[in-house]
């Protein structure tokens, strides 16, 4: 079992930067892979990024390419999402994810672990 806590949201202005973290325990955390999901009001839960177990590799949505990043430091068991030149379309509650399977790319319902999310609030 693996407790998923993320930090770090808010209420910012659009322009501004945030970042996320996601602290996890319980396992080995180097064996998960992890993503940062989103959910807006009134809208489904959409991937944002994700990275590999070794952190060498990262995939973003096309929404968020160029502006955040995903890190991971596998010796504090944390992922982090850095969020830069932040939209009022980055306004959502902010999810971690974590899952085991082999395939790195896999769909929501294929996730095991989550967190219980944090809200960012982007304001013009």
């Known amino acids: 079992q693996v407790q998923l806590v993320e930090s770090g949201g808010g209420l910012v202005q659009a322009g501004d930067s945030l970042r996320l973290s996601c602290a996890a325990s319980?396992?080995?955390?180097?064996?998960?892979?992890m993503a940062w999901f989103r959910q807006a009001p009134g809208k489904e839960r959409e991937f944002v990024s994700l990275?590999?177990?070794?952190?060498?590799?990262?995939y973003y949505a096309d929404s968020v390419k160029g502006r955040f990043t995903i890190s991971r430091d596998n010796a504090k068991s944390t992922v982090y999402l850095r969020m830069n030149n932040l939209k009022l379309e980055d306004t959502a509650v902010y999810y971690c994810?974590?899952?085991?399977?082999?395939?790195?790319?896999?769909?929501?319902?294929?996730?095991?672990?989550w967190g219980q999310g944090t809200q960012v609030t982007v304001s013009s």
């Open positions: 994810a974590a899952h085991t399977r082999l395939v790195v790319l896999v769909p929501q319902d294929r996730y095991e672990y």
């Open positions: 990275i590999t177990r070794s952190g060498g590799s990262t």
């Open positions: 319980g396992r080995t955390f180097s064996n998960y892979v």
